[in-house]
């Protein structure tokens, strides 16, 4: 056998039943919210009938079978690559665009379990430590949304291989995936600055032709955001529609620090079961903010400070989780933190319980994923 399938065999055997796991609580949490829809007079939730391609996965379903012009303006903050990987899907499936994207969502994210695993071994050298990180991201409370049709998976698969190359010093495909992921989240344009980071290292020592290599991989994040922004300006008249859309919907963003402070009034006041229940995750992430910065080389802790900071600064923490899903290198930070095989299986046993149960909320229409 080559080489290479050896070891992609035995990333497999990490990442399999990990994320076999994760499907299967994403069953159980589908299997509570149909037992409770059932109940004598309860409502029939919309996301329970959609399944795996409820809440942005409808959008995203939409926007893949008809483009934008298909769903209502509101639709142009998706960004596109995802639903256009699902309408190449969708060709392939007799046009099923829906069950294209969700196919797509499972195959990235085992793929992206692979990378991970492959990027913390680089990193810290430690195959525990690696399959911790796999189990983490595996069963993140919010990590039921990469069983789903959302965009997370890709991103995820595009954002850890964007940070494998640019260790590597593999500028230029460093760079072709980071436009890639800015196709697909907002947030991939914040892989700019850990690409500016690795990028000044040892620069000064760097020829002409190098110092263009590197420059395409802090370039690639901002051209394909920017690349978004342009085509809405032609196709809409508004270059600034997908990130207006994003702030209508979750507020004008306030600055960090005043929106936690608000979110500890949240927890006291009407907002306890709203707003207030997203603050002890925010508490968390940036907990693990700060074992990623003590951890792993500057270039990851800028990432996640980036991805925090704009999901913290919302007025609306609806889906704060899944944001924070985006900063991969947290989950990292939680396998080191739960080194110990007591914590490691606490862990895992709270963090699984959370997904069967943030699942079966998505599907009352309770929680927004």
């Not at 939409?62 to 899907?89: K, M, Q, S, T, W």
């Not at 640019?166 to 700019?192: E, K, S, Y």
């Not at 980071?197 to 590197?214: D, F, K, M, N």
């Not at 009407?270 to 080389?297: I, K, N, Q």
């Amino acid at each position: 056998m080559p080489a290479s399938l050896r070891v992609l065999r035995g990333d497999l055997a990490v990442v399999v039943p990990a994320w076999l796991c994760a499907r299967v609580l994403v069953l159980a949490g589908w299997v509570v919210a149909k037992a409770a829809a059932s109940a004598p007079g309860a409502a029939q939730p919309r996301a329970l009938a959609d399944g795996l391609q409820a809440w942005d996965g409808g959008w995203y379903r939409e926007i893949a079978a008809g483009g934008y012009d298909a769903v209502p303006a509101d639709g142009l903050r998706f960004y596109p690559l995802h639903p256009l990987l699902g309408r190449l899907g969708g060709t392939l499936l007799g046009g099923h665009e829906g069950l294209a994207l969700v196919v797509i969502a499972n195959v990235a994210s085992l793929a992206a379990l692979v990378l991970l695993r492959r990027l913390v071994v680089r990193e810290l050298g430690s195959s525990a430590l690696a399959e911790r990180s796999v189990w983490m991201l595996a069963l993140w409370p919010a990590s039921f949304v990469l069983a789903m049709a959302y965009g997370e998976a890709v991103f995820l698969v595009l954002s850890i291989g964007t940070f494998l190359l640019l260790r590597d010093r593999r500028w230029l495909l460093a760079g072709a995936l980071g436009l890639a992921a800015a196709l697909v989240r907002p947030t991939g344009m914040i892989l700019a600055a850990p690409a500016a980071i690795e990028v000044a290292r040892q620069l000064h020592a760097a020829g002409w032709p190098e110092r263009a290599r590197r420059a395409v991989a802090v370039l690639g994040p901002a051209v394909g955001g920017a690349a978004f922004l342009a085509w809405a300006e032609v196709a809409h008249g508004d270059a600034l529609a997908p990130l207006r859309i994003q702030e209508d919907l979750r507020g004008e963003p306030i600055d960090p620090i005043s929106r936690l402070w608000q979110g500890f009034g949240d927890l006291l006041g009407a907002e306890r079961l709203g707003d207030g229940l997203h603050v002890p995750f925010a508490l968390l992430m940036l907990g693990l903010l700060v074992v990623v910065l003590r951890s792993l080389p500057a270039s990851y802790g800028a990432y996640c400070a980036g991805v925090l900071a704009l999901a913290i600064a919302a007025d609306n923490l609806n889906s704060l989780e899944r944001y924070g899903l985006n900063a991969f290198p947290l989950l990292i930070g939680l396998a080191i933190v739960a080194a110990r095989p007591v914590a490691e299986r606490a862990v895992l046993v709270i963090s699984g319980a959370g997904m069967a149960c943030l699942t079966a909320l998505a599907m009352l229409d309770v929680y927004v994923p």
